[in-house]
Structure formats: structure tokens, C-alpha cells
């Protein structure tokens, strides 16, 4: 921690989206002084995968240790419930609740929630059509289940542990999802639909989710090392918030890649964005791409390396660290910034870049004033 | 009557809808959708999408007579799967009806977002077939492995309509999502920031909802009957309802045909019971609507319900509307009797229904209607449609989860502002 000045909230005007709190459960471990000290220290997570999963089209993973979800989350409505909305709630207990489990941060009727995800709970899915297509009737299927089975549920069961009655949506891109998400609450925000939002993204691995991944990998590529788990922030208008801003969020921009071409999108995402923000290439402090195992990652990479400063891109440990987390992956890279802008003064009032390229197409870049940790 | 005052918000951008696409089991296109609306047709048939052995019914609200090649040209083959189909067939039809060609579209700033409750669970179903024969996942077909993920369905109509410098939003939630992904699109055109949204929403009949409403008891026996005192449940469905949404100005100086000015929506979470509908809830979601849109509530001419056809929902939904109007509530109409619970697109079709009653001056039906449950004490205008000057509309949508989604549609030009 430093004693350096935050930027005074004064200099931002009024309707600015900022962050003011944000939680991560991750490879890391279960809250933000695990995800953040695992960062600082550009920490691998991959390990031998849990023998519950079965056979996996590869042996290591990069899942969120000792996660047991009736130890966190109590044994009340937890028996059946899916590991997406297990994470997620257990992130939102981090942002929303204090370390004795009582409301930390003001909520009201007027309370968002965004959730960006990529299929909600594959395996919650794929049990469900396994017991309809091998059990004695197609229809004899776990009832209790079926409420996590919903691609809305981890962000409605949100809602209803926190008793957040605004907006609650759930969007879909996959890597870009974060960032869609963050650009959601935005709008939503903007339009006086919220007074503050609860957004991030979240993934959960399971065997059926790496199948699919192994499948969907073109041949000769090696199924890719998956993580998982879920960032949330805390974002609100600077004008009204209740916290001191630890960043602000300049601007989101968004394309899809319609010719298979990353480089270029990516490149044109990206540059578009700091030029909305008003943040020249040259000024970015850090730059944080998605690190997507894939022709699409690599591509994104160069086209950032060929837009900023070098260091800026080495101020983050890559992500690839995290193995890919898919929709978690742009709320991870956001704490991932704030974590090392935490420990770094210099980091005050400085630019951050965070990208994201998703195999559908999305691609998507949000540019962040750091404000700092303190005040 | 004058609305003027009511509708015209000082320093908000006004969004109107110039075009619709519809693909659904009672009509593909804007005109026969119409046809079908203004008939009381019944979109329900036997299923063909996957085999229904065991599960003691096979009916469900299919489309019929799909015809992906029409609309679809510059995807690659296998880029997505039915409901990605519906999605960007949906577009390339509202595009088509708005006038705007792909030199139109191009490099302009826009969002694109459909909603979705399941989208390709279809393929995952076939996914998860294949496994099981082979007895192995590696028996899983890779081109089907690539597009199960929700996010394509927004990404894919941007490739097809060869539109780069987009938002790309699906909107996965479940079933309220076709008016979240309308109201998105109008928040993003209110804001300044783009001009163009194309949303809407998408869902192919799959095995995994029909399991699931099987298992929940909430499946129909035979058709649907929404506010019926015997109503038995829903029957699935599929379609896409794409609509394009322009800023006024935008609309006016292309002199393009305006359908109808979105007024504006309302989003409320019940935070409550995850899977129960809320009249509380409900309710909520209505006024935020009627503020949003500045429309008082004598004002609006019919309400197109959720109207599922469940037990539940029906008299929880009349409940919650009679505690917003009273005794003396508008005709509420379910077009669910028609087209089955199409999920995702469901209430994107019903506000191109709305649209399309405001434009053709007539409430569609609630069909099959034989005895109004005491329960839903509403004019449901039962079985024929009825000629009505339609000026202001709100379109209903609840979700699993507790997710409340409600859209106010009303006339543009003179019919309201006089």
C-alpha cells in the first residue's frame, strides 16, 4: 500500500462509471487477497485434475482449490446446486458482505445485477439430457436441479442472497462476456435504470465443458488448459458512489470478427477504445490481452504489442497462468490490473487496456483510469 | 385524443421500430405472421425435432416450413445450429423490411442482441446422442462441439449481414429475454451512442425444455389456454422475432416506413423464489415500464400478456396487472395460445405482435378460450381478434429466476401525436 493521493473524484465528471469494490474466486483461491497476492506473484494454478471428474481430454486444470460449496455457502439449497452459481454466489459474498457476513455495501430496489457467462452450467445441462436419454422415461430427470438448469440462474440466485431487486440480466460471449457485462451496467447506469450495479463474469469447469472444448479445438491443437471461476466489481457512477474509486471505466468498445481476421479486429478494437477514452496508445500503463490458447489470443497479443508501450504489457503476469477461464476471463484480467495497481504508486491516474477475443467472434476492449487504493 | 405530453421526454432521443423479422410456427414473415395473428392460427403440431418415445406426447409449436437458404448467404456452412438459423434469418428479413441494404449497414455503429433460454440445446442434445452411441465423448461431431455457446447467436447475424462495428449481446435470460434485448437496444439508441440496434430473440424446440416443462407437470396435454379455468400448461415453441430499432432522426431522414416508437420498458427482479412467478415482481416491472415510457395507464389500449397458460403464472400475472389498473384493467391478450412458450423469442414475438396491432388496428385473440378462469378476471378477447384502434401497448415477460422484463410500444406519427 502507498500513501500516494488518489485522483481526487472531483476531477471525474459526475455520471463516470467507477469501480469501488471488486471480489474474485479463483485458481488463486476463494477471495481478493488470494487472487491478488497469486497475481503479484505470477503464480501457476495448473494441477492434476480431481479423479470425480472422470476421464478428461486432458489431465490438468486450473480449478478453484478447496472449493467445497455446502462448506461456503451452508447446506440450505445447496445440494443440487450447479458449481457456476456456487461461484458466483461466493464471489458476490466477498463484494456485497463483510468478513462477519453482514451487508458491507448499501443495496436497494435500485441494485443491477449483470452476469456474463458462455453457456451457464454445461454440466448442469448435459446431466439433465444424460438422465432423460438413459433414464427408464425421457422425462424421469432430477427435478430439484432443474432451477439451476436456467442460463439466468447464478445471477437471479445473486439477487436472491442479496435481495437485489434492480435490473438482472445475463449476457453470453464467452472471453468477451466480462467485458459486455461491464458494458451493460454502463448503459444501464447511464439510463438511470440502476444506482449501482453488481457486474463481472463467471465460468465453472466441469468434464462436460472440457469435451466440448477438446471437440471443438481443430485438429492437431492440444485440448487447451481450462480454468475457471468469477470476478464481480462493484461499479457505480462517480457522482454517487459510496467508495472511494479504486478505477474508473473510460470506455468499452466492441466489434465481431466477421473475416477471421483477430489481428485487425482486435488492433481496431483496441485503438478505437483509447481513442474514445482519450488515451494515447503511448500513455497505456498496462495492457492486459485475454491470453486465449488459441490462433485468436496469439493474434491479439501482436496487435496490442504492436500498439503499446512493451512494458505496459508486461506490467500483468499473462493470464495463461489462470488457464483459460473463458467468460471468467475478462473480470480476472480487470482484478488482475487493479491488483497490480494497488502495489504500484506509480500507477496513480495512469491507463489501463483490457482486451478480450472470443472463438464466436466477439472482441471487445475497456480502457480504465487507476485511481488508486487508498483515500 | 392527444398523448403528446405523456410520450415526448425532454432531451431523450426517441427510438422508433422500422423493421420486424419473423420466423414462427403460425407464419414466416411479416405478412403471414399477421395473417396468422389476425386468424386465431394455431402454431402447435406433431414434433419432428427430436424422437419423443416415452415421453407420452410429442406436440409442440414447430416452425413448419423453414427455409434457412432464403435468408441465409454469406455464413459458413454448419456456422450455427437451428436457433442460430432462426436468429439470423429473423435479421436479414428486419433489415430487408427497414429498407437498409448491406452498403446501409456496413461500418455502422450498432448493437445486435438476441435474446435466448436455450439456444442451441438442440445440438448439445444431438452432442451428447453421438457420445453415447460411440461410448465415448470423442464420437462428438467438432463443427457442432464449435457453436453450442449462446454468444453466437448475436455474433453470427453481424457475420451474415457483414456488419464489423457492432455489440455483440446475447442475452441469456431464459425467458424474458427477447424485451431485454429490445429494451437494451433501445437504452443504447436513448444514450446517444449508436443509432441502430437490431434485437429481437431466438429458440428452436429441443428435448431439453420439453424434458424439463414434462418433469415440472407444466406441460399441456393438448393446446394452450392461457387465463382458461382449465388450462393445463404450455406447449414449447420456437421462432425468432427480430426488430430494428432506429433513432427518430435516423428513421426521418431516410424517409424510412416507421411501424411503431418504442415508449419505453421496465426491468424489475423479484430477488424471491427462483423458478415462482411474483406478483410483486410483476407489478414492479409494470410501473417502471409505464414511467419509463411516460404513459399513464388508461392509456394503454391492450396488454399482451406472459400468458404462459400455466396454473401459476396466469393468476400470479392477473393479480399483478390488476394491482397496477384496478378493477378495470385493459384487454389482455395471450399469444402464447397461438404460438406455444417460443422461449427466448417469445415476447420478441409478442412485440412485433403489438407492433403490428397498432399498425393494422386490431388486438389479436386469445385462442383456444373456452371459460375464463374466475381467477383471471380479464377480457382476454377469446378466439377471433377484434378491430381496435390500437395506440399504446405494453408487452408482458417473466423469467425463471425472478426476472421481470416489460416493453411499452406505441403508435408513431399523427394517430398519437394530433
Avoid at chain 2, 447475424?157 to 425467458?175: D, F, G, H, Q, S
Avoid at chain 2, 415510457?293 to 396466469?314: L, P, W, Y
Avoid at chain 2, 425463471?400 to 422484463?405: I, L, P, V
Wanted: aromatic share 4%; charged share 20%; with cysteine.
Amino acid at each position: 500500500m502507498s500513501n500516494a493521493t488518489a485522483v481526487p473524484r472531483a476531477a471525474l465528471p459526475p455520471d463516470t462509471p467507477v469501480i469501488t469494490g471488486w471480489s474474485a474466486v479463483s485458481p488463486y483461491g476463494i477471495g481478493r487477497e488470494a487472487f491478488a497476492a497469486g497475481v503479484r506473484a505470477g503464480a501457476k494454478t495448473a494441477v492434476m485434475a480431481d479423479a470425480a471428474h472422470g476421464t478428461l481430454p486432458s489431465p490438468e486444470v486450473c480449478t478453484v482449490p478447496g472449493f467445497d460449496v455446502q462448506e461456503l455457502l451452508g447446506k440450505r439449497g445447496t445440494a443440487k446446486m450447479d458449481r457456476l452459481t456456487a461461484l458466483t454466489l461466493v464471489a458476490s459474498d466477498g463484494l456485497l458482505r463483510d468478513a462477519d457476513g453482514e451487508p458491507a455495501v448499501t443495496t436497494d430496489d435500485l441494485t443491477g445485477v449483470v452476469l456474463g457467462i458462455t453457456m451457464g452450467s454445461l454440466e448442469n445441462v448435459t446431466d439433465f439430457l444424460r438422465q432423460s436419454y438413459t433414464n427408464e422415461r425421457p422425462f424421469y430427470v432430477d427435478a430439484g436441479r432443474i432451477p439451476f438448469g436456467s442460463l439466468n440462474h447464478a445471477a437471479g440466485a445473486t439477487a436472491i442472497r442479496h435481495g437485489l431487486k434492480g435490473p438482472n440480466t445475463t449476457v453470453a460471449g464467452g472471453r468477451a462476456a466480462g467485458l459486455l457485462a461491464l458494458n451493460y451496467a454502463r448503459r444501464l447506469l447511464g439510463q438511470g435504470r440502476a444506482t449501482r450495479y453488481v457486474a463481472g463474469s463467471a465460468e465453472e469447469f466441469s468434464a462436460a465443458h472440457a469435451w466440448y472444448e477438446a471437440t471443438a479445438a481443430r485438429p492437431g491443437e492440444p485440448a487447451p488448459l481450462l480454468g475457471e471461476g468469477c470476478g464481480l466489481f462493484l461499479l457505480e457512477p462517480a457522482g454517487t458512489a459510496e467508495r472511494p474509486p479504486l478505477a474508473a471505466v473510460l470506455g468499452i468498445e466492441t466489434r465481431v470478427d466477421i473475416d477471421d481476421d483477430p489481428f485487425a479486429t482486435a488492433g481496431a478494437c483496441a485503438r478505437r477504445a483509447l481513442e474514445r477514452a482519450g488515451v494515447g496508445a503511448d500513455e497505456v500503463w498496462a495492457a492486459v490481452p485475454c491470453a486465449a490458447p488459441s490462433d485468436a489470443g496469439r493474434a491479439e497479443y501482436e496487435a496490442l504489442a504492436a500498439l503499446v508501450p512493451a512494458e505496459a504489457l508486461r506490467r500483468v503476469p499473462s493470464m495463461e497462468l489462470l488457464g483459460d477461464t473463458s467468460a471468467a476471463a475478462a473480470s480476472f484480467q480487470i482484478a488482475a490490473v487493479l491488483s497490480v495497481a494497488a502495489a504500484d504508486p506509480d500507477s496513480r491516474g495512469r491507463a489501463a487496456l483490457v482486451t478480450a477475443v472470443d472463438r464466436d467472434g466477439a472482441v471487445a476492449a475497456a480502457v480504465l483510469r487507476l485511481l488508486g487504493e487508498d483515500a | 385524443m392527444t398523448t403528446t405530453a405523456s410520450t415526448d421526454r425532454a432531451g431523450q432521443r426517441r427510438v422508433v421500430v422500422t423493421g420486424f423479422g419473423v420466423i414462427s410456427s403460425i407464419g414466416t414473415g411479416v405478412e403471414e405472421y399477421t395473417e396468422g395473428l389476425k386468424a386465431g392460427r394455431s402454431g402447435a403440431r406433431p414434433i419432428t425435432r427430436f424422437d419423443t418415445e416415452g415421453f407420452g406426447q410429442n406436440t409442440a409449436c414447430e416452425v413448419p416450413d423453414f427455409e434457412p437458404e432464403r435468408w441465409i448467404r454469406n455464413l459458413p456452412s454448419g456456422h450455427v445450429g437451428r436457433a442460430g438459423q432462426f436468429a439470423v434469418a429473423a435479421a436479414r428479413m428486419a433489415v430487408e423490411d427497414a429498407g437498409l441494404s448491406e452498403d446501409d449497414l456496413a461500418d455502422r455503429p450498432a448493437v445486435i442482441t438476441v435474446g435466448t433460454t436455450d439456444g442451441e440445446s438442440h445440438d448439445i442434445a444431438v452432442l451428447l446422442e453421438q457420445e453415447l452411441a460411440a461410448g465415448d465423448p470423442e464420437g462428438m461431431d467438432p463443427v457442432l462441439a464449435r457453436r453450442i455457446y449462446a454468444g453466437r447467436l448475436s455474433t453470427a447475424i453481424a457475420r451474415e449481414l457483414r456488419m464489423p462495428n457492432v455489440e455483440a449481446t446475447t442475452v441469456t435470460t431464459a425467458c424474458a429475454a427477447g424485451n431485454y434485448s429490445i429494451g437494451y437496444g433501445l437504452d443504447a439508441i436513448r444514450s446517444g451512442e449508436v443509432d441502430l440496434a437490431l434485437c429481437g430473440g431466438a429458440d428452436a424446440v429441443c428435448r431439453k425444455a420439453f424434458a424439463l416443462f414434462k418433469r415440472f407437470g407444466a406441460l399441456s396435454p393438448d393446446v394452450v389456454r392461457p387465463f382458461d379455468k382449465d388450462r393445463g400448461g404450455i406447449l414449447t415453441g420456437e421462432g425468432a422475432g427480430i426488430l430494428v430499432l432506429e433513432s427518430l432522426e435516423s428513421a426521418l431522414a431516410r424517409g424510412a416506413r416507421i411501424h411503431a416508437e418504442v415508449l419505453g420498458y421496465g426491468l424489475s427482479c423479484d430477488a424471491a423464489h427462483p423458478t415462482a412467478p411474483n406478483r410483486d415482481g410483476i407489478a414492479r416491472g409494470i410501473r417502471l415500464a409505464l414511467d419509463d415510457a411516460g404513459v399513464k395507464r388508461q392509456e394503454v389500449d391492450f396488454i399482451s400478456a406472459h400468458g404462459t397458460g400455466t396454473k401459476a403464472n396466469d393468476s400470479t400475472e392477473t393479480a399483478a396487472i390488476l394491482d397496477v389498473y384496478g378493477d378495470a384493467p385493459p384487454r389482455t391478450v395471450a399469444v402464447k395460445s397461438m404460438l406455444g412458450h417460443s422461449m427466448g423469442a417469445a415476447s420478441a414475438l409478442g412485440a412485433i405482435a403489438c407492433g403490428l396491432a397498432i399498425e393494422h388496428g386490431f388486438i389479436p385473440p386469445t385462442i383456444n378460450h373456452r371459460e375464463t378462469d374466475p381467477d383471471c378476471p380479464l377480457d382476454v378477447v377469446p378466439n377471433e381478434a377484434v378491430t381496435a384502434d390500437v395506440r399504446i401497448v405494453q408487452n408482458n415477460s417473466s423469467a425463471f429466476a425472478g426476472n421481470n422484463a416489460v416493453l411499452i410500444l406505441g403508435t408513431y406519427g399523427e394517430k398519437v401525436r394530433a
